[in-house]
């Protein structure tokens, strides 16, 4: 029988279906591998205890007839959710021994569809960073390597590199994560994953430690489109305790998923062609180009002309978010609280916060703080909000004579820890193709396309209208079927 | 505009966070590095247009006035409320005195 680590979601739920195997087994061979993997760093907590009892669950509820969507399937949950009776940290100090006595509304969803939890997965602290670094409790390992026969630990990606790194070794079938400027879809173009960023008010904030509201969106990432689309299913959907979520019907994308793009039509953005960018993802782009075409879809160029404002509006615009939504980190009601000998009230906060978070979360809610004060608001928060307008006006322009844009995800493989954390703008950069679609709120995804000359993945993004995952989900349907990426990460951990 | 070292603690003064002389000096680097990268979007012509204020077009629902309508937002929830507090006292949470 074919290793039960090795199968999708897909196959998992139809195995179970089938009477292939039991939930049970399915479960404790996930768990063997979770407790195994500890130098990849990829969980804060590990639940074995509750995939062991979904699976029960799902294994009686096969036996009674009255299987659930995802019943079988054990998954991670990003550490950003809130579990009840289950430490929930963002991967910070501040909230070190939180937990929640409530569920958030995407992680229910997963749950009540039959889904077990093998733990909670890391991340970069508050989901602020884009390679883990930021994490309170270690960095995560991608189980990639360099094959130039050095050792090099790699970045996962961030933020939800925790999520990455478990799927890419086979530590889970798939995690949620979350998007705020790329977090779902750059990780998985470094570990060789999909992932996809619904539209933003497509799946509930409710019960996800906030980071910048206008922006997060919880999305699946998996091994496969079709993995994406099943955990997408069971994840959105309309809740009144979400003043943005979209009240919609969730389409049934797994059943129409299709490869045939003949009639659609595949932008291309100049803009996104960088200068002096690794030729290897060039290459990757264009070799995505003629999957496309092979598809049957017609290719057009587009302009996006204000593309190179996305970034600085963004990292005004987050942070500023950020600095409001972190205030309520006081010491007061919950998680950390530093109350120095004799201290006062305004002590107490002052302490608390130097104290609980990591220096990027300070440094965003600085910048955050200084953007919105009084005399700078306008010049900084005001005129981003206007680029991001003209931002958003650039896609809706575009797709009048586009159906899908199709880039690269991010700007190169898989970078070495350490590589860029004394340079915050370094960093940043990453992020220059996930962002722009974020800060419209369009469903974008990543799906493995390619390996560099190093031996490492590389992932194209696809960006879709606002409500049409459905289109995305098919592009990247397409480019998978014929990139055939079955690479996978050697195991050494 | 570059801030200067007495700017960086007026920023920390007012997000409530504690810094050293040490960390205010590195900050100033690090914040006049990103703030000079975002001033690139002074350039933009944003004339007659409206800063964005709903990402995807949506109503701000108002939900029916009822009590409790759902447990889980609604009241009696004293006990889990404070469950993770770090110093409740006496079903209330508890600060350090504030009034002499």
């Known amino acids: 029988m074919t290793e039960l680590t090795n199968l999708t979601v897909a196959q998992i739920r139809d195995g179970h279906r089938a009477g292939d195997f039991s939930a049970v087994e399915v479960a404790e061979a996930f768990n063997a591998n979770v407790a195994g ?58 909230l070190e021994g939180f937990v929640p006595r409530y569920e958030s509304t995407v992680s229910q969803k997963l749950w009540d569809a039959g889904c077990g939890m093998l733990g909670k997965l890391n991340l970069d602290q508050f989901a602020m960073g884009s390679s883990n670094e930021t994490s309170y409790f270690g960095n995560v390992i991608s189980p990639w390597r360099r094959k130039d026969g050095g050792n090099a630990a790699l970045a996962p990606g961030g933020s939800s590199g925790g999520s990455s790194s478990a799927i890419a070794a086979r530590l889970c079938p798939a995690a ?9 879809r750059q990780p998985a173009a470094f570990t060789g994953i999909s992932g996809i960023k619904p539209t933003y008010g497509r799946c509930s904030r409710w019960g996800i430690v906030a980071f910048a509201s206008s922006l997060d969106q919880a999305g699946p990432m998996a091994r496969d489109v079709r993995d994406c689309a099943i955990m997408l299913e069971n994840m959105a959907g309309f809740d009144p305790k979400d003043a943005t979520s979209l009240d919609l019907a969730v ?10 793009l003949k009639g659609k039509t595949v932008g291309i953005p100049k803009e996104y062609r960088l200068e002096g960018i690794d030729p290897d993802i060039d290459a990757m782009w264009d070799a995505g180009i003629a999957m496309l075409k092979d598809a049957g879809a017609n290719v ?20 500023a978010e950020a600095s409001s ?8 009601r919950y998680g950390l609280r530093d109350l120095p000998q004799g201290a006062g009230l305004q002590d107490m906060y002052a302490a608390t916060r130097a104290d609980g978070f990591g220096p990027e979360v300070k440094r965003r809610i600085m910048i955050g703080t200084y953007v919105l004060s009084a005399g700078f608001y306008d010049a900084y928060y005001t005129q981003a909000q206007k680029v991001r307008t003209l931002i958003a006006r650039d896609f ?65 993004q696809i960006i879709g209208k606002a409500f049409d995952e459905q289109g995305v989900l098919n592009a990247g349907l397409a480019i998978e079927e014929r990139a055939g990426f079955t690479a996978r990460a050697e195991k050494w951990w | 505009m570059a801030i200067d070292q007495a700017t960086v603690r007026k920023i920390a003064s007012l997000a409530r966070i504690a810094i050293s002389d040490a960390e205010a000096a590195a900050m100033e680097g690090e914040l006049n ?9 002074g350039e933009v012509d944003v004339t007659g247009v409206e800063p964005m204020t709903a990402v995807i077009p949506n109503k701000l629902r108002l939900r029916d006035d009822i009590v409790d309508a759902d447990p889980l937002t609604g009241g009696n929830r004293r006990d889990d409320i404070l469950a993770n507090a770090p110093a409740p006292q006496h079903g209330f949470f508890g600060v350090p005195k504030v009034i002499e």
């Not at chain 1, 949620?176 to 779902?184: F, V």
């Not at chain 1, 389409?251 to 045939?260: G, H, Q, R």
């Not at chain 1, 939504?325 to 007061?332: E, I, K, S």
């Not at chain 2, 000079?36 to 979007?41: A, K, P, R, S």
């Open chain 1, 176 to 184: 949620t994560g979350t998007d705020t400027g790329g977090s779902i």
């Open chain 1, 325 to 332: 939504n972190l205030a309520r980190y006081d010491g007061v």
């Open chain 1, 37 to 94: 993997a500890k130098a990849l760093n990829a969980f804060i907590v590990e639940t074995p205890e509750h995939a062991i009892a979904a699976a029960k669950a799902a294994d009686a509820d096969r036996a009674a007839g009255t299987l659930k969507p995802l019943s079988g399937v054990p998954i991670g949950m990003k550490d950003l959710f809130c579990t009840n009776g289950v430490q929930t940290t963002a991967a910070s100090h501040m």
């Open chain 1, 251 to 260: 389409p049934n994308w797994e059943a129409a998923l299709s490869s045939d």
């Open chain 2, 33 to 41: 590095g990103i703030l000079g990268w975002v001033e690139q979007l």
């Open chain 1, 396 to 460: 809706e322009q575009a797709f009048a004579s586009c159906d899908v844009i199709l880039a690269p995800t991010a700007p190169s493989a898989a970078f070495g820890l350490g590589e860029k954390m004394a340079d915050p703008l370094a960093m940043y950069l990453n992020d220059v193709f996930a962002v722009p679609a974020s800060l419209a709120g369009l469903p974008a995804m990543s799906v493995p396309a390619a390996l560099n000359r190093e031996g490492l993945p590389l992932g194209l």
């Open chain 1, 300 to 319: 057009v160029e587009i302009s996006l002309p204000h593309t190179k404002y996305a970034l600085p509006a963004y990292y005004i615009i987050a942070p």
